[in-house]
T-cell receptor, first 113, second 112 residues
Framework: DTGVSQDPRHKITKRGQNVTFRCDPI?????LYWYRQTLGQGPEFLTYFQNEAQLEKSRLLSDRFSAERPKGSFSTLEIQRTEQGDSAMYLC???????????FGPGTRLLVL | SQKIEQNSEALNIQEGKTATLTCNYTNYSPAYLQWYRQDPGRGPVFLLLIRENEKEKRKERLKVTFDTTLKQSLFHITASQPADSATYLC???????????FGTGTRLKVLA
C-alpha cells in the first residue's frame, strides 16, 4: 500500500493557460474523489468516480473543469483557461465500496498568476 | 442545504490539557460522521468515525461523541501534546450518495 499520489505537487501558471493534474489512487480502491481547498476552508467536493464512471460532479464546477478516469485506475483533472480564482490546493482521495474512510493524497497546489 | 460548522477561530491550549473541538450540522441526518487531521500543506488524514447509533468512540487519546438530537459532534484530545497541533476537520456523507461534505476545520495549537 503505497498511498495516494498526486503529480505535480506544485504548479504555477499564467491566467488563460490549461493545466492537468494526475492522481494515482491506492491500487484496490474503486472510488476516487477530487476536492478543492482554499486557505482557511475545508475540502470542497468537485467530483467522484466509481471505477471509470464519473457519478457526480459539483454544480460549482464550471465547464472549464473536466476529469477522467479512463481505465478505472489513475485520474486526471484538467482546468482550461485558468483564472486567478482557480488558485487552490487540489486534493485527490480514494476509497473502496463499503469503506467509509477516504485516503487523501498530498495535493497539488495551483497558483494562477 | 446541508451545512457543517466548526469553530473557525484557532484554539490554543496548554500541553497536558484536554482539547475539545465542536462540529455542528444542519438540515441533515447523517448515518455517520468522520474526523480528520490536516497538517499544513498536506492532505487530511482519517482519525475516527462514529455512527448515528454510537454515543461515543475512543482511540488512544482521542474521543468523539455524537449527539443526533443536538446535531453535534465533539472531538476531544486528552493529555494534549505540541505534536497534536494541526487543523481538525469533520465530515459527513450526504446519505447514500457517497459524496462528502467537510467543515471549515478548527486549527488547534498546543503550547509547550
Amino acid at each position: 500500500d503505497t498511498g495516494v499520489s498526486q503529480d505535480p505537487r506544485h504548479k504555477i501558471t499564467k491566467r488563460g493557460q490549461n493545466v492537468t493534474f494526475r492522481c494515482d489512487p491506492i491500487s484496490e480502491h474503486n472510488r476516487l474523489y477530487w476536492y478543492r481547498q482554499t486557505l482557511g476552508q475545508g475540502p470542497e467536493f468537485l467530483t467522484y468516480f466509481q471505477n471509470e464512471a464519473q457519478l457526480e460532479k459539483s454544480r460549482l464546477l464550471s465547464d472549464r473543469f473536466s476529469a477522467e478516469r479512463p481505465k478505472g485506475s489513475f485520474s486526471t483533472l484538467e482546468i482550461q483557461r485558468t483564472e486567478q480564482g482557480d488558485s487552490a490546493m487540489y486534493l485527490c482521495a480514494s476509497t473502496r465500496t463499503l469503506q467509509e474512510t477516504q485516503y487523501f493524497g498530498p495535493g497539488t497546489r495551483l497558483l494562477v498568476l | 442545504s446541508q451545512k457543517i460548522e466548526q469553530n473557525s477561530e484557532a484554539l490554543n491550549i496548554q500541553e497536558g490539557k484536554t482539547a475539545t473541538l465542536t462540529c455542528n450540522y444542519t438540515n441533515y441526518s447523517p448515518a455517520y460522521l468522520q474526523w480528520y487531521r490536516q497538517d499544513p500543506g498536506r492532505g487530511p488524514v482519517f482519525l475516527l468515525l462514529i455512527r448515528e447509533n454510537e454515543k461515543e468512540k475512543r482511540k488512544e487519546r482521542l474521543k468523539v461523541t455524537f449527539d443526533t438530537t443536538l446535531k453535534q459532534s465533539l472531538f476531544h484530545i486528552t493529555a494534549s501534546q505540541p505534536a497534536d497541533s494541526a487543523t481538525y476537520l469533520c465530515a459527513l456523507e450526504t446519505s447514500g450518495t457517497y459524496k462528502y461534505i467537510f467543515g471549515t476545520g478548527t486549527r488547534l495549537k498546543v503550547l509547550a
